[in-house]
């Protein structure tokens, strides 16, 4: 069964650094998602891509939050300067072309922000 | 902006009990959906019930949705212990669109 993956699963970074967090949509999938889970709290959206550009944002996703489908099947997050609060677990979701939007999740990953 | 609030908070069943969980929101959607979440890991999507449907079931799992109360309850029949994980209810405005998470319900199922 076609599911969606993420790399890595556990991400530590030094505050200010850039992460990049990548995920594999489902194939013929056309609607990419990113949310976060701070630990204990509720999923959070952060953005939706769809044909090649953001077509809805969070106010969370700000400047230092940047997406990108680098090829025909990747779909990465990029924090550009990461923050002590930026830790949370990432996931990403797809869904395809159809009115009624059954996303499917990936694993997360779980960043680590110190 | 709209939230799927479930309730309760926890739950604690015995094995072969059923457990039931329910989520309240607060504008129109097009669907809800709930999803399973074992500790520190991913969400599984459990299933979707448009804003036209009553009531569907997979398996254990039977989903209601009353549209003129904002509700909508999940049951899961004959728990197991492996059901034992965190449930959410996500509601959509519209196909394709973001979904808003509730806090979700720790249910614990004892063997």
């Known amino acids: 069964e076609p599911e969606v993956t993420q790399t890595p699963s556990h991400q530590v970074t030094q505050m200010g650094q850039e992460v990049i967090l990548r995920c594999v949509p489902i194939s013929n999938h056309l609607y990419f998602y990113w949310y976060r889970q701070i630990l204990g709290q509720k999923v959070e959206f952060l953005v939706s891509f769809y044909n090649n550009e953001i077509s809805e944002k969070s106010e969370i996703f700000d400047d230092q939050f940047s997406v990108e489908r680098p090829d025909g099947s990747n779909f990465t997050l990029k924090i550009r300067s990461t923050k002590l609060e930026d830790s949370a677990m990432y996931f990403c979701?797809?869904?395809?072309?159809?009115?009624?939007?059954?996303?499917?999740f990936g694993p997360g990953t779980r960043l680590t922000v110190l | 902006s709209q939230q799927g609030e479930e309730d309760p908070q926890a739950l604690s069943i015995q094995e072969g009990e059923n457990a039931t969980m329910n989520c309240s929101y607060k504008t129109s959607i097009n669907n809800l959906q709930w999803y399973r979440q074992n500790s520190g890991r991913g969400l599984v999507h459990l299933i979707l019930i448009r804003s036209n449907e009553r009531e569907k079931h997979s398996g254990r799992l039977r989903v209601t949705l009353d549209t003129s109360k904002k509700s909508s309850s999940l049951l899961i029949t004959a728990s197991r212990a492996a059901d034992t994980a965190s449930y959410f209810c996500a509601t959509a405005p519209s196909g394709n669109t973001p979904l808003v998470f509730g806090k979700g319900t720790r249910l614990s199922v004892i063997a």
């Open positions: 979701a797809s869904s395809g072309l159809t009115s009624y939007n059954e996303q499917f």
